[in-house]
Nanobody, 122 residues
């Protein structure tokens, strides 16, 4: 019954900005690490940026200095601020709530949003 709903995607020109939002139902996001992933046509889904329950972050080299993940626990929402967007950033962006990692290395009890399209084009 956990649902993650992304919003804020759209069409933007190169150099522009967008802010994506991920709002949860059925889960208290402050208890979990959250991540933004993206998948471009013909490519694997990749991690864009992650934020822990303690608000430490890590990010992909391709977005360093341009994208910022943050969370507002009072609103049960995670954001991805995207600046200086490039055509290569065009992808479907997904919100991910992490679960737990077993001793085998497998993550369980994690959830994905439906994705929101970001298109960067002139």
């Amino acid at each position: 019954q956990v649902q993650l709903v992304e919003s804020g995607g759209g069409l933007v020109q190169p150099g522009g900005s967008l802010r994506l939002s991920c709002t949860a139902s059925g889960s208290i996001l402050r208890l979990y690490a959250m991540g933004w992933y993206r998948q471009a046509p013909g490519k694997h889904r990749e991690l864009v940026e992650r934020i822990s329950s303690g608000s430490s972050t890590n990010y992909a080299d391709s977005v360093a200095g341009r994208f910022t993940i943050s969370r507002d626990n009072a609103k049960n929402t995670v954001y991805l601020q995207m600046n200086k967007l490039q055509p290569e950033d065009t992808a479907v962006y997904y919100c991910h709530r992490e679960g737990v990692v077993l001793t085998t290395g497998r993550m369980v009890n994690d959830f994905w949003g439906q994705g929101t399209q970001v298109t960067v084009s002139s």
